[in-house]
């Protein structure tokens, strides 16, 4: 059972800007521990989006933002388009020496 | 290009065990700490486990539903993580991913890239 929270899904509007909420506590996201996010396209492995909280690798577009705020974190989309359709996931370290994933959202282009 | 490719899965029955392998190529494999993340049909990700690398160790830590049964090691000459699974149970059926972090120890990290992944079905 993962200890970081994401809503289920989100969807919106092509164009539109959609958000994605990863509530933690203080034994991870809360004790300073980074944040990074993943993009797992339908049948295919997880991709890095964002690391550290709000850094995107290379090839990343930069509709893609994260942000980081006490024991939650968050992934913005902007300008959404039909090929951000996905499951997200959060990930973070935790002081049991463990590492945890959010429990994903699934992004929906209407 | 650094790829990452899993080996090993398929259907093995409860209480058994099953080794998968991944093998790495595109970069130095020795420098970098590797770890397992599975995940269950139509689930989310779940942390496995890690293996350090060898300057550090090569010690490992693993996901607590796990601990005792998976093992984690690595053959640096060959450029391959395995993970040992004993006394496999049905929940932990999944496909399970080969990923890399970004040094050599520190847990607190992203994982990246990652390979396509193996499915293991424990079933008797």
């Known amino acids: 059972q993962s200890v970081l929270t994401q809503p289920p899904s989100v969807s919106g509007a092509p164009g539109q800007r959609v958000t994605i909420s990863c509530t933690g506590s203080?034994?991870?996201?809360?004790?300073?521990?980074?944040v990074h996010w993943y993009q797992q396209l339908p049948g295919t492995a997880p991709k890095l989006l964002i690391y550290?909280?709000?850094n995107r690798p290379s090839g990343v577009p930069d509709r893609f933002s994260g942000s980081k705020s006490g024991t939650s974190a968050s992934l913005a989309i902007t300008g959404l388009q039909a090929e951000d359709e996905a499951d997200y996931y959060c990930q973070s370290y935790d002081s049991s020496l463990s590492v945890f994933f959010g429990t994903g959202t699934k992004v929906t282009v209407l | 290009e650094v790829q990452l490719v899993e080996s090993g899965g398929g259907l093995v029955q409860p209480g058994r065990s099953l080794r998968l392998s991944c093998t790495a190529s595109?970069?130095?494999?020795?420098?970098?700490?590797m770890s397992w993340v599975r995940q269950a049909p139509g689930k989310g990700l779940e942390w496995v486990g890690f293996?350090?690398?060898?300057?550090?160790?090569?010690?490992?830590e693993y996901a607590a539903s796990v601990k005792g049964r998976f093992t984690i090691s690595r053959d640096d000459s060959k450029s391959i993580a395995y993970l040992q699974m004993n006394s496999l149970k049905t929940e932990d059926t999944a496909v399970y991913y080969c990923t890399r972090l970004p040094s050599g120890y520190d847990l607190n990290n992203w994982f990246d890239p990652w390979g396509q992944g193996t499915l293991v079905t424990v079933s008797s």
């Open positions: 203080s034994s991870n996201i809360g004790a300073g521990y980074d």
């Open positions: 293996i350090r690398s060898k300057a550090y160790g090569g010690t490992t």
């Open positions: 595109g970069f130095t494999f020795g420098d970098y700490a």
């Open positions: 550290g909280n709000s």
